[in-house]
T-cell receptor, first 114, second 112 residues
Framework: GAGVSQSPRYKVAKRGQDVALRCDPI?????LFWYQQALGQGPEFLTY????????KSGLPSDRFFAERPEGSVSTLKIQRTQQEDSAVYLC????????????FGPGTRLTVT | AQSVTQPDIHITVSEGASLELRCNYS??????LFWYVQSPGQGLQLLLK??????LVQGIKGFEAEFKRSQSSFNLRKPSVHWSDAAEYFC??????????FGKGTRLSVIA
């Protein structure tokens, strides 16, 4: 596709449920980033992949958060045993890496935990 | 520590008036600087970027920004605002292909 896509766009989960959020980066983009955006705030870094390697996961808020990119393309962010504080928009971005480092963002997944 | 400050939480301007959104950053190395715009329910769209060279950079939708190293600033400007510019604007800093650090954003309202 032409841009970064994310699915689902909206997800409502009951507290304690597990969720999986998907990101399809721009074709050929080597780097993939996940950010969390709380209401009224700027995006905050969660984790980062270069191809299939997870280079930095320092932003993941707890061990309930897990991300993977097994074939170096599509990525999944999984949140186990969701809590109300996990409610946020989860943004995915990709960049070409070997060119200029601007990141291109998807539309985000709005997660609401009830 | 790396940080970005956007001092104005909310700005209201009249359609046709000029606009300046402020951004100050703290970064250890030579930064790459970005401005993104976010409309309600949408992702972030890149408006413009600064990597090196000319400190005045042009972006999409008639926006420009000026990098001032001495002031650690990267303010966004537009000479004449349109109603469609109403959105949230984020300044961000990074280095190479690394995670971006964002400011908290400035919400722009445009009145007739």
């Amino acid at each position: 596709g032409a841009g970064v896509s994310q699915s689902p766009r909206y997800k409502v989960a009951k507290r304690g449920q597990d969720v999986a959020l998907r990101c399809d980066p721009i074709s050929g983009h080597v780097s993939l980033f996940w950010y969390q955006q709380a209401l009224g705030q700027g995006p905050e870094f969660l984790t980062y992949f270069q191809n299939e390697a997870q280079l930095d996961k320092s932003g993941l808020p707890s061990d309930r958060f897990f991300a993977e990119r097994p074939e170096g393309s599509v990525s999944t962010l999984k949140i186990q045993r969701t809590q109300q504080e996990d409610s946020a928009v989860y943004l995915c971005a990709s960049s070409f890496h070997y060119g200029t480092p601007e990141q291109y963002f998807g539309p985000g997944t709005r997660l609401t935990v009830t | 520590a790396q940080s970005v400050t956007q001092p104005d939480i909310h700005i209201t301007v009249s359609e046709g008036a000029s606009l300046e959104l402020r951004c100050n950053y703290s970064y250890g190395a030579t930064p790459y600087l970005f401005w993104y715009v976010q409309s309600p329910g949408q992702g972030l769209q890149l408006l413009l970027k600064y990597f090196s060279g000319d400190t005045l950079v042009q972006g999409i939708k008639g926006f420009e920004a000026e990098f001032k190293r001495s002031q650690s600033s990267f303010n966004l400007r537009k000479p004449s605002v349109h109603w469609s510019d109403a959105a949230e604007y984020f300044c961000a800093v990074g280095a190479g292909n690394t995670p971006l650090v964002f400011g908290k954003g400035t919400r722009l309202s445009v009145i007739a």
